[in-house]
């Protein structure tokens, strides 16, 4: 919604996601989060990593040269929640990939769409029979959703000129408004 609306205020918009930015990103994408096998935690995290690396070199890198703006659903802050405080890995370990993967690039704007993990397990299950396919991701504990939230929030205290945090228990159509005026904003401003 966001990348539309820009595109229709003239705005350059390069809108991609992690994992599955590009074709590589995409098989792995598909092999890691569709696969009913066990898939060990050091594993995840540098396959999400492989998938950061492709789509910064490739993706994202030629996209900033060229002048474009870049949406990405997802990036580096969720490997630092999911995998660091959601499955146990030290900070360090996980910043260290993580620079490894970007090359230390980082975004200018970052959204965190902040609902309580009861309200989004809740949704997720209304939305079971939709035409939406369930990942292995979907199917973690609440206590596994809580460290995450907390890591975003935590990211939020410490770098609040970058990391934004939006109250997403609002309507889609409520939340996209706050949306387009916060990265309107900040485009005009930057």
Do not use: C, W
């Amino acid at each position: 919604m966001l990348a539309s609306h820009l595109r229709s205020n003239g705005v350059d918009i390069v809108a991609t996601q992690e994992p599955g930015g590009t074709p590589l990103g995409k098989r792995l994408r598909a092999a890691f989060l569709e696969t009913e096998e066990t898939v060990a935690p050091i594993s995840e995290l540098l396959l999400f990593a492989a998938d950061r690396a492709q789509h910064v070199e490739f993706l994202i890198k030629p996209s900033l040269e060229q002048g474009r703006v870049v949406i990405s659903d997802r990036y580096a802050d969720a490997t630092f929640a999911y995998q660091g405080a959601g499955r146990g890995f030290d900070e360090v370990t996980v910043n260290q990939v993580i620079a490894l993967a970007t090359g230390g690039l980082k975004p200018h704007l970052t959204l965190f769409f902040d609902i309580t993990v009861e309200t989004a397990i809740r949704r997720m299950n209304e939305h079971k029979g939709d035409g939406r396919v369930q990942n292995r991701m979907d199917l973690e504990t609440g206590e596994f959703y809580e460290r995450v939230r907390a890591s975003y929030l935590g990211i939020a205290q410490r770098e609040p000129d970058r990391f934004r945090v939006i109250d997403a228990n609002g309507s889609v159509e409520e939340i996209h408004k706050v949306v387009v005026e916060m990265v309107e904003g900040f485009l005009v401003s930057n």
